[in-house]
């Protein structure tokens, strides 16, 4: 099946630095990536869907100047996260999709950030 | 708008129990269904998937049927193990809103199996 990996699994950094956070498709090409945020024991909020070369779409309450999205190729997408605070710390997930239109979405490991 | 119910958990089961993990939906179109597990510190993983109607997925020995009637997409299994422990979600993803495909969520449910 489709592989998609995260980098890095776990971060742990200082209050006001930026953590970039990894999403690549390993053997397909993505068209769409989304990126989640998921609170413990809750279930996972879409953040943002993005497309290659062009902008992402956010949800609504999502800061789109905080959370940077980059999807510059078929198979990279990135997520910054930029001046973190502790209430930033959350358990990322990216997904990624093919082909538009298509109805399964391969997801990413998972990346843990910490913000002390 | 879709929407996914699930039930609560943690549900707590003895090895080799039945499993029943209850999921309704509502949907504007004609949605897939999805089952996902996610293991501690991981990621989701896709357990099985339902396209249509009647339709029933399965893998590793746990089932689920698309049910347009009474719009569920119940899941089972008949014989737990305690590697089965994790947070099953269910999902719906349908094309209503111009082909997106956008998936939606429940809450997920806990399962924890003891020995």
């Known amino acids: 099946g489709a592989v998609v990996s995260q980098h890095p699994s776990w971060v742990i950094c200082k209050s006001g630095t930026s953590v970039k956070i990894e999403c690549r498709s390993l053997?397909?090409?993505?068209?769409?990536m989304f990126w989640y945020r998921q609170f413990p024991k809750q279930s996972l909020m879409l953040m943002a869907t993005?497309?290659?070369?062009?902008?992402?779409?956010?949800e609504q309450g999502v800061e789109k100047d905080k959370f940077l999205i980059n999807h510059a190729s078929l198979t990279l997408s990135t997520l910054t996260v930029t001046s973190a605070h502790p209430e930033d710390s959350s358990f990322y997930i990216c997904s990624a999709r093919a082909q538009r239109g298509e109805n399964e979405q391969f997801f990413g490991p998972g990346t843990r950030l910490t913000v002390l | 708008g879709n929407s996914v119910t699930q039930m609560e958990g943690p549900v707590t089961l003895s090895e080799e129990a039945f499993l029943t993990i209850n999921c309704t939906y509502t949907a504007t179109g004609y949605p897939s269904l999805f089952w996902y597990v996610q293991y501690p510190g991981e990621g989701l993983q896709l357990l099985l998937k339902a396209t249509k109607a009647d339709d029933k997925g399965s893998n590793k020995g746990f089932e689920a049927t698309y049910r347009k009637e009474t719009t569920s997409f119940h899941l089972e299994k008949g014989s737990v193990q305690v590697s089965d422990s994790a947070v099953y979600f269910c999902?719906?993803?349908?094309?209503?809103?111009?082909?997106?495909?956008?998936?939606?969520f429940g809450r997920g449910t806990s399962l924890i199996v003891h020995p």
């Open positions: 999902a719906l993803s349908d094309g209503a809103s111009g082909g997106s495909y956008i998936p939606t």
């Open positions: 993005s497309n290659e070369g062009s902008k992402a779409t956010y």
């Open positions: 053997d397909f090409q993505a068209t769409t």
